[in-house]
């Protein structure tokens, strides 16, 4: 069974610090993702990545970055936490290929509060 | 381009009855579907899914879903709802264009009452 990991279920931190959500996966897939879930707006996608050191911005990637430096490992970095962005994050990683037929396997989340 | 619409927020059933949720979707090509269920404070677990095989998809827990292209729809049924079932459903569409591009529906909050 494919395990996504990530590294906090909850996080509290203060405006203007430097957050790291970490994710990891142990089914050597090579695409990985970043939602944030807000009430009502369902999954919004921040930034996905689809081989080592690459990646690709989403939907609404502003104020965010990511890092993939392993196949396993996809960090979500936000440069200046702001109020704004507290929410609900979540991980998710899917193999290479086929035609987009291939379920997304989803972490438990991190639930992020910014003060 | 793609889209799915949810098209009830809220559902509630008694337990014991049928559960309809409900969604249709738009994709300017043959995209796949699924339903994912979250528990509070849990992440998505696949229910099921569509690929252009069957169009009367199973599913765990008891859940099937019809993709019916003429409606555009892929609404997720159940004959017999269980308390275990309260939590959130969330219609998904996915395409491949060099990466897979997917798309969630806002969500369904599904409450069953005793």
């Known amino acids: 069974d494919v395990k996504v990991t990530q590294s906090s279920r909850y996080l509290v931190k203060r405006t203007g610090e430097k957050v790291f959500l970490e994710c990891v996966q142990d089914?050597?897939?090579?695409?990985m993702f970043w939602y944030r879930q807000d009430p009502g707006l369902g999954l919004r996608l921040i930034y996905f990545?689809?081989?080592?050191?690459?990646?690709e911005k989403g939907d609404i990637p502003e104020g965010y970055s990511v890092s993939r430096e392993k196949k396993e490992r996809f960090s979500l970095i936000l440069e200046s936490a702001s109020t704004n962005q507290t929410s609900m994050y979540l991980c998710?990683?899917?193999?290479?290929?086929?035609?987009?037929?291939?379920?997304?396997?989803f972490g438990d989340g991190t639930r992020l509060s910014i003060l | 381009a793609q889209s799915v619409t949810q098209l009830d927020s809220h559902v509630s059933v008694s337990e014991g009855t049928p559960v309809l949720l409900r969604c249709n979707y738009s994709?300017?090509?043959?995209?796949?579907l699924f339903w994912y269920v979250q528990h509070p404070n849990k992440g998505l677990q696949l229910l099921l899914k569509?690929?252009?095989?069957?169009?009367l998809v199973k599913g765990i827990n008891g859940f099937e879903a019809e993709f019916k292209k003429s409606e555009t729809s892929f609404h997720l049924t159940k004959p017999s709802a269980h308390m275990s079932d309260a939590a959130e459903y969330f219609c998904?569409?996915?395409?491949?264009?060099?990466?897979?591009?997917?798309?969630f529906g806002t969500g369904t909050k599904l409450q069953v009452i005793p």
């Open positions: 998710a990683s899917v193999p290479l290929g086929g035609d987009g037929n291939q379920p997304q396997h």
């Open positions: 089914m050597d897939h090579e695409n």
């Open positions: 990545s689809y081989d080592v050191k690459m990646k």
């Open positions: 994709s300017s090509y043959s995209p796949s």
């Open positions: 569509y690929t252009s095989a069957a169009t």
């Open positions: 998904v569409v996915s395409l491949w264009g060099g990466y897979q591009k997917v798309t």
